[in-house]
C-alpha cells in the first residue's frame, strides 16, 4: 500500500449503509480532523486518488470534500487542492453562549449601574422593566391560598391549572392545544435540551439555521448529534439547501425560529414555513419551533407561528415566559405532539422531576388574572418606541454600505457590514470608546464570518441609541476609508 | 348484568398495558366523573363489587380510589362508602376563565382529606409541616430588598452569597468547602443527571447499591451507562462483592448513600466507608455521594459523611434542601472535586442556564437567618417521636421472622419478610384493609427479590402507626400460617 494512504486505512464505507456513501465518507474525515489525526493545512489526497484506494466512485469523493468545505472543514485552493481547515476540538470545546458573559452575579447595587458604558450587547430587559410588585402580590395569594401545597411535590408534567390556562391562552394565539399535550419545563434551554434527549439518538443529525442560538447547539452536540447548519436568509432559512441537505442527511430534528429569529431577527415568509413543513413531512423530521420573542412582533399583522401550520403533528412548540420577561424564574413549556407526551414527561422526570411548583402556581394565577398580558402590553410599547429609534438612526447614522433588514420587532437587529470591514474589530474599537456590542461570530457553530454584529436595544434609552448608533457609525466609516487607502 | 354497574360498562383496563391497573382505572373514573357521568354525591360501588365487575383484585380499586381521593375527585364516609365530591374550580372567585374544562387537580381540598386509609407509603412530610410562614417571609424580605434582580438571570453557578451560605454551612457539619465549588442545581435528581453527563460516556459502567434510589439508575441508563449492583448490608455496601467487582469492569463511577440509605435506612460503618474511598482511589472512580437525609439521623453520635473522609477530591457531594423539607421548591447543590467545576458548570448551562433565582435568594435568606436549621430542629422533635413509635411497634405486632435493622432515623423503615412470603402478596393484602405500603421491588434495578417492604412513617400518626403495624403483623402472620399448612 502507498505511503500516502496510511491516514485512511481505518475508514470503513458500508455500501447500503443507513447513510448515503459520501456522508459516510465525510464522517469518517471530519473524524480524523477532530481527532487531530489530519491537523491543519494538511493536503488531503486527489479525488482520484482516494476514490481508487476506498474504491468508491469519485463523485462519492468530491461530495465529502464539498461538504466538509462547507462546514468549514476543509479549504481549497484552486489548482493545488483541498487542506484541511483550522477548526480544532478545542474551537467546538471552547464555544460559549454569548449571553453568559453579559450577566452579573450576586446582588448588585440596586441604585445605579455605572452608566458611563452604552450597552448594546444585554438582550434581557433591565431589573426595573421586570413587574416586580405585580408578582409579588401573585405569589403572597398562592401562599395564603395553597398553603403547604404550593411546596410539595408537581406532577411531572406540571400544574394542570397552569397547563390550562396556557392552552387557553394558546387558542388566543391561533393555536389549538389541548393540556394534556403541555409539558411544563424549567426555561426554554431545558426545553431544547429534554427535545434532544427525546428524539435524537447518538450520532444522529440535527438541522440548525445558521447563524442560531449557541445553547441550542451545545444541547445537540451534549447529546452526541452532528449538527448540520442551513443558512438564513432575510425572508427565512434557504430552502434549496435546506432541500438538497435533507435529503442527503435525513436528519431527525430541524431546529427552527420562525418569527424573528436569534439572531438575524428575520423572519419566515409564509412560502418558507410551509416548504419547511412539507419537507419535514417529505423526509420525516420533526421541527422543533423555538418561539424566542414573538410578544415582540411589532408589526402590522402578526405571523402565526410554524404550530398553527402543522397539520401532521410534526412540531414541537417552544415557548419560554421567562426569558425576556422574568428570566431567572424558569418557566417555558413545550407544546407537543401526542406522540411525544408520555417520552418527554419521563425525561423530565429523569431530568429534574419538576419544574417548582411555587413558580408554577404564581404564574397560573399571572396568567389567569390577565397580568402577564398588561405587562406584555405595556413592555411593548417601550420596545416599539426603542425599536424605531434604532431603525431610524441606524438609517441615518450607519454608511450604506451596511445592510440591516428590517425586524419585525423584538431586540435586536443584525448588521452586515461592507466586505473586508473586521465586525471583531469595529467591536474593539467599540469596546475602546464605551460601547458594548456583540460580535456575530459567537452565533456559528463554526467557520464564523467576521462582518456581523448583533446590536441590542433592550437595555438602551432612545438618547442612548441615537449617542451609539452615530459612534458606530464613525467608526465603521473610518475602519472603510483606512481599508480603501491600502 | 346488574343495572347497578351500568355507568362502567365503558371502563377497558388492559392487562400488561402501559400503565398499572389501578392508574388506568383512576384515568377511566376520573374521566367520568369530569364529564359529568358520575356526578357530585354518586356514590361509588363498594371495592369487592368493582373489583369482581371489573375482574380485577380488590387493590386495585383501593388504589384507584385512593388517588381519587387524593387528588380530590372523591371522599369517603367511614362505614358509608365513596362518594364523589363536589369538583369545582371555584375555590377562589378569580379562578374561572371561560375556556378551560372545570378541573383541577393539585389544589385539594384544604379543609380535611378523609383519612381512613393509612398512608405507610409516602415520604414527604404532609403539606401542615411544611414552613410556609418563615418562607413567605424571606421572599417578602427577598422581593423588597433586591426588586427587578430576583427575576434577572442569576450566574449559572448559582447566586454566590446562597453558595458562601452553603459552604458556611457545610464547615459546621465537618466538611471543608469553598463557595467555588459548590454548584446550585434544580433539586437533587438533576444533580445525579448532571454529574453523570460529566463524569459518564455511553457504555461506561456505574455501580450502585443494591437496592437503591431508582430515579439514579434512570439517570444513568439515559446516558447509555451499564449498571452493576452492589448489594447493600446492615453496615454498608458488601466491601468483597465491591472490590471483585471494581477489578473487572473499571467502573467511572460509584453511587453511594452512605448514611440512612434509601431505601434500606442501612448506614456504612466507618471502616466500609474508608475502604470504599481507598478502592475508589486504587481503582480512578469517582463517587456520588447522596445524602439523602442525614438531617434526620437521630443517633447520639451522628456520623460524617463520605465527603468528610474524601482526602483526595475523589467525592462529589449531592445534598437537596427541597427533596425533604420543601420538595416542590427544587433548590440542591453539589460540591465538587474542583477538577469538575467548570465541566459540571457547563452542563448545568446546557442543561437549564440557571437555577430560579427568586427561590435562590429566599433560600440564602433562610439559611442565613438560621431558619433552615430551627425548622430541622422542630421537624427532627416531630419525626423522633414517630420513628420511636415505628420501631417500638415493629418489634411488638411484627412476627420474629420478620427483620428489620433499626435505621439511625430517617422517614422510613425496610422489613424482610420470612422465607417463602411474598411481600406482593402483603402490600396487596394490606391496601385491600386500607393500608398503602411501597413493596421492595420498585428499587432493585433487576432480578428483584420478592421479600422486602419499605413502610415509610412520614405522614401517619403516632395511633396510625400503632394500628398499621398491627395489622400488618396480623397479615404476615396469617400469609406465614398459611404457608406452613401447605
Chains 1, 2 share one sequence.
Not at 456575530?440 to 464564523?448: I, Q, W
Request: aromatic share 10%.
Amino acid at each position: 500500500m502507498s505511503q500516502e494512504f496510511l491516514d485512511f486505512v481505518s475508514i470503513q464505507l458500508t455500501k447500503n449503509g443507513k447513510a448515503a456513501l459520501y456522508v459516510q465518507l465525510y464522517d469518517a474525515l471530519r473524524e480524523l480532523i477532530l481527532n487531530g489525526k489530519l491537523s491543519n493545512g494538511y493536503l488531503l489526497p486527489p479525488v482520484r486518488k482516494l476514490a481508487a484506494f476506498l474504491q468508491v466512485n469519485p463523485g462519492t469523493v468530491v461530495s465529502a470534500y464539498k461538504l466538509l468545505e462547507q462546514n468549514g472543514y476543509i479549504f481549497s485552493r484552486s489548482g493545488s487542492g483541498s487542506y484541511v481547515a483550522e477548526i480544532t476540538v478545542a474551537e467546538e470545546a471552547s464555544y460559549q453562549p454569548p449571553d453568559i458573559e453579559s450577566e452579573f452575579e450576586a446582588i448588585p447595587p440596586r441604585t445605579s449601574i455605572p452608566t458611563n458604558c452604552l450597552d448594546f450587547a444585554t438582550v434581557m430587559p433591565p431589573p426595573d422593566l421586570l413587574p416586580i410588585d405585580d408578582f409579588k402580590y401573585v405569589l403572597m395569594e398562592v401562599l395564603d391560598r395553597d398553603q403547604g401545597y404550593a411546596f410539595t411535590y408537581q406532577d411531572s408534567q406540571g400544574f394542570k391549572p397552569l397547563r390550562q390556562a396556557i392552552s387557553a391562552y394558546l387558542k388566543e394565539q391561533g393555536i389549538k392545544a389541548q393540556a394534556d399535550n403541555v409539558q411544563i419545563i424549567s426555561g426554554a434551554q431545558q426545553g431544547i435540551d429534554i427535545v434532544a434527549k427525546a428524539v435524537l439518538r447518538y450520532g444522529d443529525y440535527v438541522f440548525t439555521e445558521n447563524p442560531t442560538y449557541p445553547g441550542a447547539i451545545a444541547a445537540f452536540r451534549s447529546r452526541g448529534a452532528k449538527i448540520v447548519e442551513i443558512n438564513m436568509e432575510d425572508d427565512g432559512i434557504n430552502i434549496q439547501e435546506l432541500e438538497a441537505k435533507i435529503r442527503s442527511f435525513r436528519p431527525k430534528l430541524i431546529y427552527a425560529m420562525a418569527n424573528i429569529q436569534n439572531p438575524t431577527g428575520y423572519s419566515y415568509s409564509l412560502t418558507k414555513r410551509n416548504r419547511l413543513i412539507g419537507l419535514a413531512r417529505r423526509y420525516n423530521a420533526m421541527i422543533l419551533e423555538d418561539d424566542y420573542i414573538s410578544e415582540l412582533d411589532v408589526a402590522d399583522a402578526p405571523l402565526a407561528p410554524l404550530k398553527a401550520l402543522d397539520r401532521d403533528q410534526r412540531v414541537i412548540y417552544l415557548k419560554s415566559f421567562s426569558k425576556i420577561f422574568m428570566p431567572g424564574l424558569r418557566l417555558a413549556f413545550l407544546l407537543m405532539p401526542p406522540s411525544l407526551v408520555a417520552k418527554v414527561l419521563a425525561i423530565k422526570h429523569t431530568s429534574d422531576i419538576s419544574t417548582s411548583g411555587l413558580t408554577q402556581r404564581a404564574f397560573d394565577l399571572y396568567l389567569r388574572k390577565g397580568i402577564w398580558q398588561k405587562h406584555i402590553a405595556a413592555i411593548r410599547r417601550i420596545y416599539l418606541e426603542r425599536y424605531q429609534t434604532t431603525m431610524a438612526a441606524v438609517e441615518q447614522f450607519l454608511p450604506p454600505a451596511v445592510t440591516c433588514h428590517r425586524p419585525r420587532g423584538g431586540l435586536t437587529c443584525w448588521l452586515a457590514l461592507p466586505e473586508g470591514v473586521s465586525a471583531r474589530q469595529v467591536v474593539q474599537q467599540a469596546e475602546e470608546r464605551g460601547m458594548l456590542l456583540t460580535p456575530g461570530t459567537a452565533f456559528f457553530p463554526r467557520h464564523a464570518p467576521d462582518r456581523f454584529i448583533r446590536l441590542s436595544f433592550a437595555v438602551v434609552s432612545s438618547e442612548e441609541i441615537l449617542h451609539g448608533v452615530k459612534m458606530l457609525g464613525e467608526i465603521i466609516t473610518q475602519d472603510c476609508l483606512q481599508k480603501s487607502a491600502k
